[in-house]
Every structure is written in structure tokens, then in C-alpha cells.
């Protein structure tokens, strides 16, 4: 009787363990929110985008932490390939091309150690939103496109310097991997060990605040959902990276679109023939430096905050996107 008991609870931890949707602190104590100041380095070759960071403490003896913050309370979201679950987010390419060379994502198994439990990265992109009408443009959820893995001396944890959840590094290698300027959302999932829960995606995290303003999904089966904070509510964001070259610089402007002075060394002004939902402007990097949402036909860019040299600024209207080059002074 002892026997068969253990049996049925050990099936029931892993169902709970391995089937739930995120990995959730609750019953944690909400944690103030206390901003630390951080040097991050800038030193990627070829980083054509980042999506966010999820280092919320700096520890220079030792390694960093990824903190909830304030009332939130998802830890990690499952993105296991074997139970249908990924995590999705967008990413826009201003203009141009990007020939791809590699992406990276992160995750965790808790309870894990520091070497990397991971076996397996898929990832799919598509040309639109995937809730929508977005199609697979790139990738599927079969092809094993793990070429990397590794520890990023960071743990992931509700308060503290808890140390069960170190964050791995998973590189892709996309030598295939060509897009055009528009923007494309990125479907991730992975596989790792048995031995441990999960894997979780720990999603973008800043210290100090609650609302990072992310709208990732999560996607269980085939439904792509909002990927929310399970305490609060906000959205959540994948952290990715993309790594390539640029292949050209083709800049799509219509004629309805009005954008002065250029160049400017304050104000930018932005007029549309039609209602503008969104205004963002990319460093040479690819690096969003300065994102503008507005409900009318017209929009301002500060520059005054930014530093001398050419940028590239994408107008999304209720019709498409056009791009073009400022020049800030």
C-alpha cells in the first residue's frame, strides 16, 4: 500500500511540476522596489537586437540576480516543446536586411545546477502577430536547432540571492536565417532534463519596476494567449537576442508621410495621412533607443536626449509601415 501511495504521488508532482503553465511564487512577500544602478557592457559583435534584460542586482563578488519585482509573481513561464508550450514576442526590423547568424534566448530548471540541463531549442518566426494572421515565415517544432548552452552566472529568484534557479544561455545557430524590414514575432520552446521542473522562460525584468510595458504570449497547444504576470497582471517579455549583419539599407517612406526638420537637434515631427498607432526609432544597432504610441496622424520625437548621428524611424500606420533615415545633431 506504502508503495503504490509513493508512486501515485510522485505522477502527481510531476504533472504539477512539468504540466502548469508558469512557475509562480506564491505566498512570496512582495518585494520593495529598489532600483540598482548597473554598467552593462556593449561589447556583442554583430548584436543586430535585444529584447530586454532580466538582471535586476549586480553582485561583484559572486553571481547576479534576476528579482521579482513589487507584487509580481511569476517567476517563469513553461516553454516545453514536448507539452505544446512556447513563449512568443515581437521584434521589428527598421529597414534593410538582416541576415541572421544566431539567436539566443534563456531560461532555467529549478533545481538544476550551474551546467546546463538544456537538450533542446525550437524556434519559429513569423511575419505578423500569431494570435492573428501572422505565418510561419522560418523554423519549425521539430528541428533541434540547439548549438550552445551554458551558464549566465545568474540565478533567478523571488527575493534574495536564492541560487535553485540558475539562468542557461541557449544560442541557435540560423545560417538559413534571412528577413526583410517589418516586423516578425519569435516562437521559442525547448526541452531539457527529466531530473528537474520545467523549463521556464524567466521573462524580462527591470529592476525597480513593476510594468515593464511587454506584450508576449504564451502559447499552450495552439492557442497563443497574453503572457501574464499570474500577481499583477502586466504583461511579460521574452528575452532574446539576435546576432547577424545587416545585408542592405532599403528605406520605404510614402509620400504622405511628413517627417521635419531632419536633421534636428530637439524635436522631430512626425505627419501622417493617416492614424498612426506607432513611432520608433532604432539606433545602427537595431537597438529601440525611443518608441512613441499615439492615437492621432501626428507625432513628436524627442532628440534633445539622444546622441549625434543617423537613426532609422519606422512609422506603423492602420495601412503598413514606413521607414526612413533622421540624422539628430
Known amino acids: 500500500m506504502k508503495t503504490i501511495f509513493t508512486i501515485i504521488s510522485i505522477f502527481a508532482f510531476a504533472a504539477m511540476s512539468f504540466g502548469q503553465a508558469s512557475d509562480d511564487c506564491n505566498g512570496c512577500t512582495p518585494q520593495p522596489l529598489n532600483p540598482k544602478v548597473q554598467t552593462v557592457q556593449n561589447d556583442a559583435k554583430g548584436l543586430l537586437y535585444d529584447n530586454g534584460d532580466f538582471v535586476t542586482g549586480i553582485d561583484p563578488t559572486g553571481p547576479d540576480s534576476s528579482i521579482l519585482q513589487g507584487a509580481n509573481n511569476t517567476l517563469g513561464g513553461n516553454f516545453?516543446?514536448?507539452?505544446?508550450?512556447?513563449?512568443?514576442?515581437?521584434?521589428?526590423i527598421a529597414s534593410g536586411s538582416w541576415q541572421v547568424d544566431s539567436i539566443v534566448v534563456y531560461g532555467y530548471q529549478t533545481g538544476s545546477p550551474t551546467t546546463s540541463p538544456f537538450t533542446g531549442l525550437f524556434i519559429r518566426i513569423y511575419d505578423g502577430d500569431p494570435a492573428g494572421s501572422g505565418t510561419v515565415v522560418w523554423g519549425d517544432t521539430t528541428t533541434n536547432i540547439l548549438s550552445d548552452t551554458y551558464w549566465t552566472e545568474v540565478y533567478r529568484a523571488s527575493s534574495t540571492w536564492g541560487t535553485t534557479r540558475p539562468i542557461m544561455a541557449l544560442t541557435a545557430a540560423t545560417p538559413t536565417l534571412t528577413l526583410t524590414a517589418g516586423t516578425y514575432w519569435i516562437d521559442v520552446q525547448t526541452e531539457g532534463s527529466a531530473s528537474y521542473s520545467g523549463p521556464w522562460c524567466a521573462p524580462v525584468t527591470i529592476a525597480g519596476v513593476e510594468n515593464t510595458g511587454d506584450d508576449g504570449y504564451q502559447r499552450n497547444g495552439s492557442v497563443f494567449n497574453p503572457w501574464l504576470d499570474s500577481g499583477t497582471s502586466y504583461g511579460l517579455g521574452l528575452p532574446f537576442k539576435i546576432y547577424g549583419s545587416t545585408v542592405s539599407n532599403i528605406e520605404e517612406n510614402t509620400d504622405e508621410t511628413r517627417i521635419y526638420p531632419n536633421p534636428s537637434n530637439s524635436i522631430i515631427n512626425i505627419e501622417a495621412g493617416e492614424q498612426i498607432t506607432k513611432v520608433i526609432v532604432y539606433?545602427?544597432?537595431?537597438?529601440?533607443?525611443?518608441?512613441?504610441e499615439t492615437p492621432g496622424t501626428s507625432a513628436q520625437i524627442e532628440t534633445s536626449n539622444m546622441n549625434p548621428g543617423v537613426y532609422h524611424i519606422l512609422i506603423e500606420t492602420a495601412t503598413g509601415i514606413s521607414s526612413t533615415q533622421i540624422v539628430v545633431e
Open 283 to 292: 539606433d545602427q544597432m537595431g537597438t529601440a533607443v525611443n518608441t512613441v
Open 80 to 92: 516545453k516543446n514536448t507539452l505544446g508550450y512556447s513563449i512568443a514576442d515581437d521584434f521589428t
